[in-house]
């Protein structure tokens, strides 16, 4: 991820998304697990976090289609943000909006990371 991202990338995380990751990295089993939460709980902590209102997130338009999660990234997201994100609709969504979106399967492609 680092290739892709940089050494010291400045990134800005969601409570949304966090809780999205950490559900996924906890299907691991231990002892994998308990290093992959302890690793995940120092990115946490060596990163912003912006906090949207799920009653903000919801009034989006695009919440019906591309859920809570997806309408924060959106509704966080300035001119100074770039989204990196694996999912397509979010990508195409943001893209639409003008905003600066990345999808990251594009990125492992061009680095030949599959």
Do not use: W
Request: hydrophobic share 40%; charged share 25%; glycine share 4%.
């Amino acid at each position: 991820m680092m290739l892709l991202l940089g050494s010291e990338p400045s990134l800005i995380l969601l409570p949304n998304t966090v809780s999205e990751a950490a559900n996924l990295l906890r299907q691991h089993r231990d002892p994998e697990r308990r290093i992959i939460m302890e690793t995940f709980k120092s990115f946490i902590h060596a990163h912003c976090e912006r906090d949207v209102a799920s009653k903000v997130a919801t009034s989006r338009r695009e919440y019906r289609r591309l859920g809570v999660a997806d309408a924060a990234i959106l509704e966080s997201c300035t001119d100074a943000c770039e989204i990196l994100t694996a999912d397509a609709d979010l990508h195409v969504t943001a893209s639409g909006l003008g905003m600066r979106s990345r999808n990251l399967n594009h990125m492992r492609e061009d680095y030949g990371i599959l």
